[in-house]
């Protein structure tokens, strides 16, 4: 406290007729005039540090006896010698620089939030899809349309007969993914479970039907047949939402930065890569990217209309089944085809799954259980011992 108040008293002292002034200045005299009387009614007066003063000591201090210069200084002189008069407050106190440390801790952050940002850009360079929701095209009349259109594009050119897509594979894409393993798939399947009320919900009971016209192409390289535009685009783009938030929710990696556009692949230069590369040799022209002349009289071919009824979680790269469809890990069910029943072929093969699945469960439960069990105690040894020199082996064995 006195430290803080110093300043203070030294600059309102006033002793002997002189002013007090900063420290380290020299004293000058007051004005003259009459000295002001000491207050008789208050019976003693506080003073910080010396005690009480009683009234009739300030009458006799005020009455006659005077305070010389030199008392004056010294009594100035020994308040500056005091600690306090050198001390540096933010040193004593430990008062740091505030901006410094904000940005300390603001280089900080920046620097985990990069370290971040570089991790998930790592996480999605390494992405590439190996599985997709399907929704497949079973109806004779656009299949046979496609069959057609794939035929008369042949005619013109026979080595584009390896970019078709193959005869019972023709669907469309509703979502790609990332599984990379059993485990994996086991959560693309619990989410293609867990988005069948979804999907009712969206359909509400009504039969979603998609009508398919026209051809188009991404960069003429990969030729489709369009949907065409109507009240069925809306509820489609929002069940591939519902689809992607589902999986992604499950930890997958799913979607396309592309973003979702519905169509009807009938063939890719990607499937027969070698034809590009005869692009720049005299000998045999190469194929660089389809030739729009190729389907120009199926530009506005009515190809027919597919109810969605089914929705299938496929493999890119698994062996396709017999009839040319993609390995199919697990479908739901969505509406009616046809308004009847399910065929007997996709109850036995979601049946089969559920199996599979649930023998999983059990294995991983197990293994669990016995991976927690205590090691064995004395009475196992005693019975090891007790068996001979066969459980030595063993023993031996499992080391």
Known sequence: MLGLCAPRLLAGLRLGGLRASAPGRALAPAAPGPRPACPRRAAAVQRPGAGLLSSSMCDSASGGEEVTETSTASAVDSLISLPFATIDIEDAYEVTDVPQMNLKRSKAKESVKNKQIKKRKKKHEDYQPNYFLSIPITNQKITGGI????????????????AMVGDGSFHVTLLVMQLLNEDEVNIGVDALLELKPSVED???????????????????????????????????????????????????????????KPHLTFMKLSKAPWLRKHADKSVLKGVKQIDPKWYETFINHE?????????????????????????????????????????????????????????????????????????????SVVKAEEAGGSGNDSANNRK
């Open 147 to 162: 069959k057609t259109l794939q035929s008369t594009i042949i005619q013109q050119d026979k080595r584009l007969a390896k």
């Open 303 to 379: 190809f027919g209309e597919e109810t969605l009824y089914r929705i299938d979680l496929c493999s890119m790269e698994k062996k396709k089944q017999s009839n040319g469809y993609y390995h199919c890990e697990s479908s739901i069910m969505v509406g009616d085809k046809n308004g009847g029943e399910p065929d007997d072929a996709e109850l036995v093969r979601l049946s089969k799954r559920l199996v599979e699945n649930a023998v999983l469960k059990a294995m991983q439960q197990y293994l669990e259980e016995t991976q927690n069990k205590k090691q064995p105690g004395e009475g």
């Open 202 to 260: 969206v359909l509400q009971g009504r039969r979603l039907i998609l009508p398919f016209h026209g051809i188009d192409t991404f960069g003429n390289h990969v030729g489709f047949v369009k949907l065409a535009e109507g009240d069925h685009v809306s509820p489609l783009l929002e069940i591939a939402e519902i689809a992607k938030r589902t999986f992604q929710e499950k930890g997958v990696l799913a979607g396309d930065s592309r973003g979702f």
